[in-house]
């Protein structure tokens, strides 16, 4: 299983909005709404931000959706704020119980 | 509160063995499957597999075949990874994260960093 395409970086500026993209195949990110995003600063565990394509957990601002297309899923921040500065990850769910993540996008807020 | 909670990070040499453990509390732990990912350094996240807590029987990505074995204690809800014959490329961070729903990961332990240096 080869991992799900993301952009390396990403970046903007307080208050701006940024997305992510995300882009696998049919046999994960199209065939199944279980794509997931996670938030990872560094020396911390990651954080589970949107599941399921679109869905926030509780206690994530509602800044951060997410979508989905085709083969192809995104992940939008809306109003950057600094503690968003972080790397993201996309994961999918690909049959027998099994995920494939994608490669990591740095966001920066400037 | 849901946690889990790693070991400590771990120094070893090359050849020797590791057992790092993921100590669940705050739910019931044969209710959900645990999985493995590994963070090498300046690297992203990769999924190593997982272990259903029901059966105790274990599934490895590629390239965690050999000499990488997930286990279980369920009396003490800990889930554990071996890993056997170290090699420098070993180096990284571990984490274990539960299984919500179709591989989700909802909560995840703190990482285990294992170097492995002569």
């Known amino acids: 299983q080869s991992a799900l395409t993301q952009p390396p970086s990403a970046s903007g500026s307080p208050g701006q909005s940024v997305t992510i993209s995300c882009t696998g195949t049919s046999s994960d990110v199209g065939g199944y709404n279980y794509v997931s995003w996670y938030q990872h600063h560094p020396g911390k565990a990651p954080k589970l931000m949107i599941y399921e394509v679109s869905k926030r957990p509780l206690g994530v601002p509602d800044r951060f959706s997410g979508s989905k297309s085709g083969n192809t899923a995104s992940l939008t921040v809306s109003g950057l704020q600094a503690e968003d500065e972080a790397d993201y990850y996309c994961s999918s769910y690909a049959g027998s119980n099994n995920p494939v993540f994608g490669g990591r996008t740095k966001l920066t807020v400037l | 509160q849901v946690q889990l909670v790693q070991s400590g990070s771990e120094l070893k040499k090359p050849g020797a063995s590791v057992k790092v453990s993921c100590k669940a509390s705050?739910?019931?732990?044969?209710?959900?499957?645990m999985h493995w990912v590994r963070q090498a350094p300046g690297q992203g996240l990769e999924w190593m597999g997982w272990?259903?807590?029901?059966?105790?029987?274990?599934a490895y990505a590629q390239g965690f075949t050999g000499r990488f074995v997930f286990s279980l204690d369920t009396s003490v809800s800990t889930a554990y990874l071996q890993i056997s014959s170290l090699k420098a490329e070993d180096t990284a961070v571990y984490y274990c994260?539960?299984?919500?729903?179709?591989?989700?990961?909802?909560?995840w332990g703190q990482g285990t960093l294992v170097t492995v240096s002569s």
């Open positions: 994260a539960r299984d919500w729903v179709a591989a989700t990961f909802d909560y």
């Open positions: 705050e739910y019931t732990f044969t209710s959900y499957a």
């Open positions: 272990i259903n807590t029901n059966t105790g029987n274990p």
